[in-house]
């Protein structure tokens, strides 16, 4: 049994596995369905954005303002 694993990659939903290419995919239920279709029975593990946005309150270019 292939165990599958579910990434979102810049905007796409990325499937791999150790018996096959990375698939993409736009909606992440579309994935499953192709998961489910092609490997019924295996595991899939979800794993969220590898990017995350800088938290609320934080300068994106970092360092002190006051001091200008």
């Known amino acids: 049994m292939t165990k599958l694993t579910l990434r979102y990659i810049k905007g796409d939903f990325v499937v791999?596995?150790?018996d096959i290419e990375p698939t993409r995919f736009k909606l992440c239920r579309?994935?499953?369905d192709w998961c489910m279709t092609h490997h019924p029975g295996?595991?899939?593990k979800e794993?969220?954005?590898i990017y995350k946005p800088p938290a609320p309150g934080r300068s994106a270019?970092?360092?002190d303002k006051?001091?200008?």
Do not use: F, N, V
């Open 47 to 49: 794993i969220g954005p």
């Open 30 to 32: 579309e994935a499953q």
């Open 66 to 68: 006051s001091s200008t």
């Open 16 to 18: 791999t596995g150790p």
């Open 42 to 44: 295996s595991p899939i």
């Open 61 to 63: 270019e970092g360092g």
